[in-house]
């Protein structure tokens, strides 16, 4: 499910930067020209946590390329080498497992020039702690979780399986560990199945950029399936 996940991610920015192509390596853009892209996320059940680091020429929807000698790519200090795939074009990718990857980890893109770009990131999975029964009528729904800070943001996802409806997708900031959706919030939905996904989510700029700038994201996502009845 994270590999598809992964390829999902990678898809889904190959159709925000609307490029295909590549190139081998900083070709025309100079090293003060490469925008960094840092993806970073997980999934409850999963082992593993994905990192993926693209770099693009001018801005978030240049083409991506690849960084050649004497520029790199490290994580916590090991160098990452560079992949590539005709969809997305080059990338550097690695999973870590989830346990030996909770905690605080640094990201260091060394240019053509040899300046370096240190980016650091704190990645801690969340757990629902709130049992949810196969059938819930629709009423408050409270969701206790472990592991969130104060105001951390979440992505609240619903779907149910109707053509006309909508779903629910907003952002909603946690405080206590504690979130609820409200009768009126479920009203929304359609008597049946709902898929709830609950979305951690931090987007940021790279602090230590180069002068296209970049942007970091962390992802951790739990996913629950139920009946929902009047």
Known sequence: ALLLSFFVFLLSGIILAGCFGS?????EAGPEDIYLDYKIWGEE????????????????????????G?????????????????MTGPYYAVTRQVKEFTGWHTIVFTSADKVKHKEEFYFRP??????????????RLNLQFEGLEKRDIVRVLLTDTSIA????????????????????TLSYLE???VHLELIKEIEKPVENHTG???????LYTIRREFF???
């Not at 296209?212 to 962390?218: C, F, H, M, S, Y």
């Open 228 to 230: 929902l009845l009047d």
């Open 126 to 139: 969340f757990t629902l702690k709130t049992q949810l029964t196969d059938s819930l009528k629709r009423d």
């Open 191 to 193: 008597n049946g199945p």
């Open 70 to 86: 004497p520029g790199s790519v490290t994580l916590d200090g090991k160098r990452i080498p560079a992949d590539s795939s005709v």
């Open 23 to 27: 190139m081998s390596n900083e070709g």
């Open 212 to 218: 296209a700038g970049g942007t970091i994201i962390v």
């Open 165 to 184: 409806g909508d779903g629910i997708n907003r952002l909603d900031t946690i405080w206590n560990n504690k979130l609820t959706l409200t009768k009126n």
């Open 45 to 68: 059940g999963e082992d593993s946590v994905m990192v993926m680091l693209q770099f693009r020429e001018y801005d978030a929807y240049g083409t991506t390329v690849r960084i050649d």
